[in-house]
């Protein structure tokens, strides 16, 4: 997914000159909506532009320019997924968040298969939005500067998910361990994206957990609320207490020390063909 | 008509009467009137000889005049109706009919025929070539002539008058006729008798034969061709009455099985059915109303934060935030209970969350003249539960209740406490066996969603005195007992409701080795109606009464497990009530007693919200009083 991304951006650089910046494109059936995400995002600084179905955001694409688009999945003509698909084959940079109305654990699950960064189901409130529109910028901050990375004397700038780990999105992580449980956790690329925590809101021992359902809140120093979507369905059957004590743990060792949970998965196998395998980050 | 099997019965069968009775009758006839016929020829031949012997001697003294005589007096007798004495030549020589005297008769006349055939006077005859049958005219009786040769004899030709020659052989012939009126009528009353009998027969018969068919042919036929019709129209209660045990009773028996196993199956797709449909209601429902409920929670959220400086604006900006959030759960429990999906469970105190959903009524029941009277239970242990699927328990229920006090002043009493509950009405048995460790839950019936307990049932009146001997069984089905202990939800069939459980003959086994269930030695200690006892495999036995009507349960291993905590919370109202035959169906979906107002879902979701935080709810009413629902969640 890196390496695709890389090629995304070149590509978007290439074909930059003399088309209009935008920050955010809205692409949603509901006029209602769009008001909501410009208003809101538009208060922010953002700059805004929207669009009533996909049709007409791929259209916008030959003039504009957009670092995130959020779009919802339930549209007439092409679809959220058909959309992505869109994007992809007209290589296409633009970072998505997807929104719906109809929040499936499904379509979650599947949205962020199909590559989009995030996903927000329907109603949000503002601070949701902004939330995952920060994260977002983030993480295109940090894409920007994977590509001006040069390999010698400079920082690393976050640490992938190690093989034999599956991720949802880029988000959450869950590795098998032996006696059948699994571990969960945050990746570092989604830590990074969050900038200085500062607090931590965990379940507790016996909760469940469902696949694509926020399972953890992470607060940063701007007191912004980010939900942690739970990479499997299962039972909690132990909660990190270091982590409590100690917060940074996610930021110094996101994927051994700084786990998350241990549960007991319901239907891993089912669940673990929703999820990327991290072996393939490597190449 | 023509096509009906009764008519084609009554056809083959009558028309095979008719041809048998026929022959017979022909046979009958015709043998009787031969039989006659021969009496008749006898007798006519011994006149005929009579006649002959007693003339022989006047003959011989050739004294005429008595030989006429003779001849005259017996031509007279009634039925007779000629005596003549013709000679070699064919002339008559005596008649009783003077005239005729002197006349010649042709060889080849009636009373000549048999002899002279071909031209040659045979000497000896049968009776029967000696005897002829004919019509003198056309429009007369039938008449029977028989001839008797008189052979010459030595007497004859040494007598004084030598009239004859030794040579001659046949000296002449006696010719007597009888009248066959009498026999012909007979013959012909005989035969109007046959025609008769033979009618009768055939239509005592074909009515024997026809009332046969309706009763035991026609009318069952159309009873099952009314109940397939009856069925074939949707109407899955119509039952044939079994009042036969031949084949069409048997065949009336396995059609009210299949009617009742189609009716069950029904319900069941009928129920399933309207899950789905739930299920693509709130799936809708949820992705409509989320887009309008963006906007709401987008504006209020945004509205929220941009108004922190005006501490008035922000209180009830907040309210619309919280209520909005809480709006987006609930279509989340919609789609979550659409899909049964397990609650989110945290901490609390009941208490609160009652007390939240008091915050969202209040309103309404101030509008309605409704008091509220909380009497909560102080402290009460922290449960976990889904504290927004609760709390929606609660709004609804006290909706309903406010709803049903109208606008009436009312009462409404909410109180929390904590209790101790037997297992019993609780526990779910999950798993029963029979003595020989069969397995009895039945997963094709579940009651409440969890599979039942499977007996076979039967009531055989080969064993009561006057019952069939080797009869099959009256009664044969299987029961589905509740497998919630304590409760009875049982899944009698309709065909077993009759079945007297008091009688010596009933039986309860497995169904897989028909071993016995009924425990002999207890009786129910409610009813006294016999006991059945089952294995809980390393959980005891469990016992049980058989009656519909009584639900008591024994279950030593659990009972001793002791009373456990439960957290009680009752709801009454002093509303209107629920009618007592509406109390089993309003935990159904879309039963809905509002008319326009509802939609029906609130009950049932409730149901299921209790239900998935392994609780139970009740509901107890009286019409006009009130209603009390008495909720029990499980504490610790």
Redesign the interface.
Known sequence: MLSETKSRLSADKAGSAGKKDWDILVVDDEQVVIDAVVKICSSENFTVDSAIDAKEALQKFAKNNYKLIVCDIMMPGIDGFGFLDELHKRKISSQVIMTTGYSTVENAVKSLYAGAIDFIPKPFTSDELINSVVRGMKYLEIQNLLRTYNREGSEIIYVPCPSKYFRLGYSSWVAEENSGSVLIGATDLFIKTIESISDLELFKVDDETIQGNSCAFIKDKDERMHPLLSPVSGRIIEVNEELKKNKSLIEKDPYFEGWFYRLIPSDSEYELKNLINCSSDRL | MFKRIGFKLILVVGVTAVIIIAIFSFYNVRSHSNALLAEVERHANQLGETVKHSTRYDMLLNQRDRVHTIINTIGEQPGIQNVRVLNKVGEIIYSSHEKDIGKMVDKKAESCYACHTANEPLERLQIKERTRIFKPYSDSARVLGIITPIYNEPSCWEADCHAHEQSQTVLGVLDVTISLSDVDEQIRQGEIDTVIFAFSAVAVFSLLLWFVVKKWVDRPVKDLLNATHEVGTGNLNYSIKEKSDDEFGLLAKSFNNMTQKLSEARIQLFQSDKMASLGRLA?GV??????????????S??LL??TQDNPDVNEDLKVI?RE??R??EIV?SL?DFARQ??P????VNINEVIEKAITVVENQLTINHVQLKKNFGVDLPQV?LDSNQMQQVFINLLVNASDAIEKKEGLINISTSLIKLSPYGITHIKKATCPKRHDLMDNEIKIDGMPSIKLKVSSNPADVPGGKAGGTAEYTGFINLDPVYGRNHHVIPSSLEKLDINSKDLKVVCPVCEISLIDSAKKCPDCSAPVYSLEVPSQGNIEGCLSKNCDWQKWDAIDAGGQKDYLEIKISDTGCGIPRENLSKIFEPFYSTKGQKGTGLGLSVIWGIIDNHNGTIKVDSELNKGTTFTIHLPAG
């Open positions: 799936a949820a992705h409509e109303i989320n887009n309008p409920l963006t906007g709401v929670l987008t504006y959220s945004f934060k941009k935030v909005t959030k709006s987006r989340k789609l999906s397990i989110k469970k945290n901490q976990t």
